[in-house]
């Protein structure tokens, strides 16, 4: 069964072609940062109406590079939430009409199942059940995952997502967005003994997160480094790598409990933040010194991507579910509302 996968649910546009027996075929991407950089976020309409424009050329463009017909396509996946909602309607009506004229089925997709599912478009699959953490600009969750649909929320953060608390705290350093990756980059150049941020919430028993608190001692930080000293290039590092390992830290932390608590061995984490290569680097510690093992997406499927929800879909499509009469795209859609796959136990 050959799925096209679309995602256009923030500022990504993502297509790709996954087929249920040979894998992931092709997929193409168009990262919006360029257009969204002067404003310092996202801005929702720019969003929709570059998706409208880029949608059609990349799905030109993964045909071509699998080798594909539109005529060879079984089915079409796409984001149906959360998300920005217009940014959600050009992918829902796109994926709709190209499914009626084709004469194929559709099928909205949730956007965190597809990152949770991501770790499975590699060689190395986690086996269920497992604890996800799925750390976006979006959402920070803990997950028990029993199978494809069957979801426990353990924890989630309280106020702002990790993925969030980056791209706040880079801004107050004045980086571009989003953060992550430009605090992750000056971090490995910051003195990690310098500043000692507080790990939110690591006290207290429980899996939910905070990075609100995280928030103002940066921001006092940089108040306090600017009145000294102007806010040197060395600050910044310095400040980046204090915030990066308290993140890091509340999140490792975390997820042992998690582990712990469910008596599992299998992380799987997912999501932009999932990227940062010291998280990736202390949770392997951390797992390894415990007898526990954490998967991951390669970095291009971290991030908000078309092959994730191809995958995603091609579970669901081939597991018989269709779009029903009147499908809609969801801004907010708590993830434990999906239905077990058909045919899990
Ligand atoms: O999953 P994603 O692409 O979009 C959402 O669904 O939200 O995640 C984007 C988030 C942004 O907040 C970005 O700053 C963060 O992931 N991110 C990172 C890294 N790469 C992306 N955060 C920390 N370190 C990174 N290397
Ligand atoms: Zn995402």
């Not at 954490?294 to 018989?320: E, H, K, S, W």
């Amino acid at each position: 069964m050959l799925i096209l996968g679309l995602e256009t649910s923030c500022d990504e546009t993502g297509v790709a072609l996954y087929d249920t027996e040979r894998g992931l075929l092709a997929h193409a991407l168009f990262s919006q940062v360029d257009i969204h950089v002067e404003y310092g976020g996202v801005v929702p309409e720019l969003a929709s109406r570059d998706h409208i424009r880029k949608a059609l050329p990349l799905l030109r463009e993964v045909l071509a590079e699998a080798g594909c017909q539109a005529s060879d396509i079984d089915a079409i996946a796409y984001t149906a939430g959360p998300g920005l909602i217009g940014a959600l309607m050009v992918g829902a009506t796109l994926a709709r009409s190209l499914a009626w004229a084709w004469g194929i089925p559709a099928l909205g997709v949730h956007h965190m199942e597809g990152h949770l599912l991501a770790p499975m478009l590699e060689d190395e699959r986690p086996a269920f059940p497992f604890i996800a953490l799925l750390v976006s600009g979006g959402h920070t969750q803990l997950v028990r995952v029993d199978g494809i649909g069957q979801y426990r929320m353990l924890g989630e953060s309280l106020d702002d997502a990790a993925g969030e608390a980056f791209d706040k705290a880079a801004k107050m350093l004045g980086l571009p967005y989003p953060g992550g990756p430009h605090i992750a980059r000056l971090a490995e150049s910051g003195d990690p003994h310098r500043f000692t941020f507080p790990r939110p919430m690591v006290n207290r028993p429980g899996l939910d997160f905070s990075f609100s608190g995280l928030k103002t001692h940066t921001l006092t930080t940089v108040a306090a480094c600017r009145e000294e000293s102007g806010l040197t290039e060395q600050d910044k590092c310095d400040i980046a790598r204090a915030f990066e390992e308290a993140v890091v830290g509340t999140l490792v932390i975390k997820c042992r409990r998690a582990l712990e608590q469910e008596g599992l061995s299998t992380l799987v984490m997912a999501g932009g933040v999932s990227a940062n290569r010291n998280l990736r680097a202390q949770l392997h510690k951390a797992l390894g010194k415990v007898g526990a093992r954490v998967y991951y997406p390669a970095p291009q499927f971290c991030t908000d991507n078309g092959a994730m929800i191809a995958y995603a879909g091609a579970c669901r499509l081939a597991a018989g579910e269709r779009d029903g009469e009147a499908p809609q795209v969801r801004a907010r859609w708590p993830m434990q509302e999906l239905p077990a796959l058909a045919g899990a136990a």
